[in-house]
């Protein structure tokens, strides 16, 4: 008989709120018989702060009570507490209270005095529906948790495709830099047997006005140059040659910072006539790397040409040496007239130059022999405003000066 009396949902908290105390009890006997657990108030405040404690699963709620009436209460309990549902008593002939209570948000309403089968078939039809609908709730607290978990996979994806096609791209550059650079090797090599001739006729013109103005210092000065010069141009073109058939050049510990006061030494002349002002600047210790020293000096050298040749009418040369843990970084900027953007991606091509008599040859040998030796290489820009062009060669097989 018992088992035919409780309630499915036996153990639910119901609090019974009532201002008569013999319906409180009567009510509260019926409940606990079906198996609930039965919580007691006889105003609306006192309501309150029970649901408040408790978090019952049900309200008995009387609509006519002193301190707080019951729809007071109700809008306040479905405002605070959504989870706990209420079925409010009303007095015979309110029906339009009980629609406007249900509208409050009441799961049911019932007119005293009642019948105690039917408040019984109420409760057990609204914890029904609220069963439902939390489980609905939770479902749906689900589908938006898995929505935003989903949105954030396609977030990651999104920029992992990104990311690999960045990846792609640049490995796609890389290879047409490199296919290029095959082909200027193939050119270089002609180019240099060709031009070898023409130069040993200028150094041998050149040892004829040195004997010429062997009592002038100052042109004796300028021949020595143009000598040591064409040597220069000879021994890159020995290398260009040997490059060409893969033979690689001896190596020796290079002073990067001898390499680059040579190298504005060569250029003071271009820089004060040009009135360029020059920002040499060496920070800390710097170490000698192992290196071929005419491929070191070709960077500086094709470099500084460049910065040069953007400041014609003045400007400021820099030239920062800086020892990192990995790596010496070299900095050389200038103040000219800057890359468009659009260019960017392609100074370091070969046969690509803006300048009218340009051979769009010398940044792509820097990027030759800056990753020939494991190094990086990277140009920042900014229209009117000048370049620079950062240069990392790595100190694995550095040495101590």
């Known amino acids: 008989m018992l088992k035919e009396r409780t309630s499915q949902f036996a153990g639910e908290k119901v609090l019974v709120v009532d201002d008569e105390e013999v319906i409180v009890e009567l009510t509260a006997l019926l409940l606990r018989g079906r198996g609930f657990e039965v919580l007691t108030a006889y105003n609306g405040e006192e309501c309150l702060s029970v649901v408040e404690k408790e978090q019952p699963a049900l309200v008995l709620l009387d609509y006519m009570m002193p301190v707080m009436d019951g729809e007071t209460a109700l809008k306040k309990i479905i405002q605070r507490y959504p989870d706990t549902y209420v079925i409010m008593f009303t007095g015979k002939g309110s029906e339009e209270v009980a629609v406007r209570l249900m509208k409050a948000g009441a799961a049911d309403y019932l007119q005293k005095p009642f019948v105690n089968s039917s408040l019984l078939e109420r409760i057990d039809t609204v914890l029904q529906i609220r069963l439902v609908e939390l489980a609905n709730r939770e479902l749906m607290r689900e589908k938006d948790l898995l929505q935003r978990e989903i949105e954030a996979w396609n977030t990651h994806l999104e920029r992992r495709v990104e990311e690999k096609s960045q990846e792609l791209e640049l490995a796609h550059r890389e290879i047409l830099q490199a296919e290029k650079l095959a082909a200027l090797g193939h050119i270089s090599a002609g180019m240099a047997h060709e031009i070898r001739n023409p130069l040993n006729a200028i150094n041998l013109f050149a040892q004829i006005l040195s004997g010429a103005y062997a009592d002038d210092p100052e042109n004796s000065v300028y021949i020595k140059k143009i000598s040591e010069e064409v040597e220069r141009i000879d021994e890159i073109l020995v290398k260009m040659l040997a490059a060409s058939r893969g033979t690689a050049a001896p190596r020796s510990a290079v002073s990067l910072d001898l390499v680059a006061k040579k190298v504005l030494a060569n250029s003071e002349v271009q820089s004060r006539s040009q009135q360029v002002e020059v920002d040499f600047v060496v920070e800390g210790e710097i170490p000698a790397i192992v290196a071929d020293p005419t491929e070191v000096e070709q960077i500086f050298t094709n470099l500084v040409t460049n910065a040069l040749f953007e400041m014609r009418n003045g400007g400021r040369l820099g030239v ?15 103040t000219g007239r800057g890359i468009p953007q659009e260019h960017l991606s392609q100074v370091f091509d070969p046969f690509f130059t803006t300048k009218e008599k340009g051979t769009g040859f010398g940044l792509s040998v820097v990027l030759r022999i800056v990753r020939g ?11 009117g405003r000048g370049t620079t062009f950062i240069v990392r060669l790595p ?7």
């Open 320 to 334: 920062h040496l800086t020892p990192e843990e990995e790596y010496i970084r070299i900095e050389i900027s200038d």
């Open 373 to 383: 030796y494991g190094g990086l290489i990277k140009v920042e820009s900014e229209v």
């Open 395 to 401: 100190v694995g097989e550095a040495v101590t000066k």
